[in-house]
C-alpha cells in the first residue's frame, strides 16, 4: 500500500497537463505538446483528490463475478453494485432470470 501511495505522489509531482482554450472560445483542449509524464500527473492529482474527498467513501469494486472495474457510487442511497446497469447489472439479471425460469419448470 505504501508503494502504490509513493507512486502516486511522484506522479503528482510532475507538472500536469496544461489546459488551453480553442481559438472558438468555447472548446478546451490540452496544450502541446502533451508528454506521458504530463497525463499521469494530471491523473494522479485527480486520484488524490478522490481518495481523499467527500466521494471517498462511496468508491466500489463491481459485484460481478468476473468485472475488474471500480466506480464511484453517486446514487442517493448509495447501495449501486456494478459499475454499469447496462453491462454488469444486465447481465447478473438476465443469468437470475434464466436461473429461474430453469427452476420454475
Known sequence: MLAAIATINSAAAVASLVPELGADGA?????APVRVTQVLSTLAREMIELL????????????SD??????????RPGA???????RCGNR????????RRGTDS
Open 27 to 31: 472548446t478546451a483542449r490540452w496544450a
Open 52 to 63: 481523499s474527498g467527500p466521494l471517498s467513501g462511496r468508491i466500489r469494486e463491481c459485484d
Open 66 to 75: 468476473n468485472c475488474p472495474l471500480v466506480f464511484v457510487d453517486t446514487s
Open 80 to 86: 449501486r453494485r456494478w459499475c454499469a446497469m447496462e
Open 92 to 99: 447478473h439479471k438476465v443469468r437470475a432470470l434464466r436461473a
